[in-house]
């Protein structure tokens, strides 16, 4: 089975913190995602990943950055969190293509 | 833009009811995805489909391509059903998905 892990399911950190967000999946995925799910706005995707060392601007990319060093993993960088990016983030993968995503289990993450 | 259209928006049903979750899109794909997000749970992939129909278990999804449209049918549901279900679309080569707002279906024993 599919296994895609985030580094914490909550996380409360402060106005203007940098905020480090980490997934990782164990079955050598190409495509990796990050989305944010707001209540009324459904799933919005942030960045995605194609390959290592890759990545492409999702829908809401402002104010977030990401790292993929390694084909498994794929981090979302808050550079300086602002409350309104309290929101339950989710990471995804897929083979390759138009595959079925896999998403983990999310982080909530609230920013006071 | 492709819009992604779910309907209804709430849905409470009886336990053993057929309950069917109707997904509208404005523009061609490539895929339809259907999802399922329990309370506090993880999203869980249900469908993937291009084109007529496909089965697991109670659940039937369909597509119909020419009316942008799919539906999920739920058979003799169940309490356990319960849970938002999300319509997503591939429109292009790549893997981007657009989603819908999801519906939250609630199943009384």
């Known amino acids: 089975d599919v296994k895609v892990t985030q580094s914490s399911r909550y996380l409360v950190k402060r106005t203007g913190e940098k905020v480090f967000l980490e997934c990782v999946q164990d079955?050598?995925?190409?495509?990796m995602f990050w989305y944010r799910q707001d209540p009324g706005l459904g799933l919005r995707l942030i960045y995605f990943?194609?390959?290592?060392?890759?990545?492409e601007k999702g829908d809401i990319p402002e104010g977030y950055s990401v790292s993929r060093e390694k084909k498994e993993r794929f981090s979302l960088i808050l550079e300086s969190a602002s409350t309104n990016q309290t929101s339950m983030y989710l990471c995804?993968?897929?083979?390759?293509?138009?595959?079925?995503?896999?998403f983990g289990p999310g982080t909530r993450l609230t920013v006071l | 833009k492709n819009e992604v259209e779910q309907s209804p928006q709430n849905l409470t049903a009886q336990e053993g009811e057929f309950i069917t979750i109707n997904c509208s899109y404005s523009?061609?794909?490539?895929?339809l995805h259907w999802l399922q997000q329990h309370p506090g749970g993880g999203i869980v992939s249900l469908f993937m489909?291009?084109?007529g129909k496909k089965k697991h278990g109670r659940l039937i999804a369909t597509i119909n391509i020419q009316e942008k449209h799919s539906s999920l049918h739920i058979t003799a549901s169940h309490p356990r059903d319960s849970a938002v279900y999300i319509c997503?679309?591939?429109?292009?080569?790549?893997?981007?998905?657009?989603f819908g707002k999801g519906i939250t279906l609630s199943v009384r024993p």
């Open positions: 995804a993968s897929s083979i390759t293509g138009l595959d079925t995503q896999y």
């Open positions: 079955m050598d995925h190409e495509n």
């Open positions: 990943s194609y390959d290592v060392k890759m990545k």
């Open positions: 523009v061609g794909i490539s895929a």
């Open positions: 489909l291009s084109s």
């Open positions: 997503a679309v591939n429109t292009g080569a790549n893997s981007k998905l657009t």
